[in-house]
């Protein structure tokens, strides 16, 4: 009896090791068609681009130029860092020649990058943030990268990608990639959300947590308070009914990929309002907002404006900001009160 224990131990730690994140959508999909092998395929690739940018990042103390600001503006007129480019180059390099994905669109691009030789079958679109929360750089702090992939939508014979102006729902999956401690991958197909974590003796990412589920209500609030000024009233009454109460902590890493794992796994919520000079905010819907909205509905939490879901809102450009309000069902809801008055609701004093 013993050494059959033994046995299914050493089975089931094999099989673990054996999920990769390539197998794991296709076990998902319950498909080996060529949709899913694309899919399946496309992840892989995605996995790659944050393998190349981990280890640029695990050695970027002891190389010469890789932290710091690169001298240039993006589109959104914010200086790029040096790893930003890197980052982006990087994910433009492995799906090169991959005849999987025909476009290309990046917060650090004006417009986006066409793979010509890849357009006659690759029919999918990659957008991404190559590396959000670049100002943890400097200060060896973690940081991400967020991706989303969208099914092509007719010729785009303007170059204009205009298909990709619609709604958080036609993304087909989306997830990020966290540089911390551990480096890990967390996607949605819109069926569970997933993590897995990079074992570097494998050189795979490895399944750690199947089907997360975001508590429908947590302690934590993570936003950045020293904007409060600059918010409307009702969002600063929020703040006061949090230092209020009992049973709240604040959290705030000033990375929005680190701040947004912690809450998927323990609950709360996150917030990046808008200010009175800028209503729009600062997050990109397209890039930033709308990926990780995709993978908090899919793990049973909410994603909102303060007055509208994240996935409804329709882009009229590709690099669109919004305010983002996301987390436990809760607790957005309870934001999203405040939002929609100037007064602090009675149900809630």
Not at 2 to 13: F, G, I, K, P, W
Not at 154 to 182: C, F, R, V
Not at 290 to 303: C, I, V
Not at 330 to 349: G, I
Request: aromatic content about 8%; glycine content about 10%.
């Amino acid at each position: 009896m013993a050494d059959t224990h033994v046995e299914a131990v050493e089975e089931r730690a094999l099989d673990r090791d054996c999920m990769t994140l390539s197998r794991h959508v296709l076990q998902q999909l319950q498909s080996f068609g060529p949709d899913a092998q694309d899919l399946s395929a496309i992840m892989n690739r995605i996995a790659l681009a944050g393998k190349l940018v981990s280890r640029h990042l695990s050695r970027s103390g002891l190389m010469e130029n890789v932290l710091g600001f690169a001298g240039t503006t993006n589109i959104q007129g914010e200086s790029v860092k040096k790893m930003d480019i890197y980052a982006n180059d990087v994910f433009i390099s492995v799906f090169k020649q991959s005849g999987l994905v025909c476009r290309l669109a990046s917060e650090e691009m004006e417009n986006p990058y066409y793979i010509p030789e890849n357009c006659p079958i690759g029919r999918y679109t990659l957008l991404y943030d190559p590396i959000d929360g670049s100002s943890n750089l400097d200060a060896n702090l973690n940081v991400g990268s967020i991706f989303a992939i969208r099914q092509q939508e007719g010729m785009d014979l303007d170059g204009e990608a205009k298909d990709l102006l619609q709604n958080g729902h036609k993304q087909i999956a989306a997830g990020y990639i966290l540089y911390g401690p551990s480096t890990m991958l967390v996607y949605s197909i819109g069926r569970g959300v997933h993590a897995f974590t990079l074992d570097p003796s494998l050189g795979e990412f490895i399944l750690s947590t199947e089907n997360i589920q975001t508590p429908q209500h947590g302690s934590i609030y993570s936003v950045n308070e020293g904007n409060f000024w600059q918010w409307d009233e009702p969002m600063r009454e929020y703040i006061r009914y949090v230092h209020r109460h009992e049973g709240y902590t604040a959290r705030y890493g000033g990375a929005l990929v680190g701040d947004f794992h912690r809450i998927l796994f323990q609950g709360g919520v996150f917030l990046y309002p808008g200010t009175t000079k800028k209503p729009e905010g600062k997050l990109r819907l397209l890039y930033e907002s709308a990926p990780l909205a995709f993978l908090m509905e899919h793990s049973g939490g909410r994603a909102s404006t303060g007055t509208q879901d994240i996935l409804d809102v329709v882009p009229e450009k590709l690099h669109q900001r919004t305010p983002l309000v996301i987390g436990s069902t809760e607790d957005v809801a309870l934001v999203e009160s405040f939002m929609q008055s100037s007064r602090q609701p009675s149900s809630v004093k």
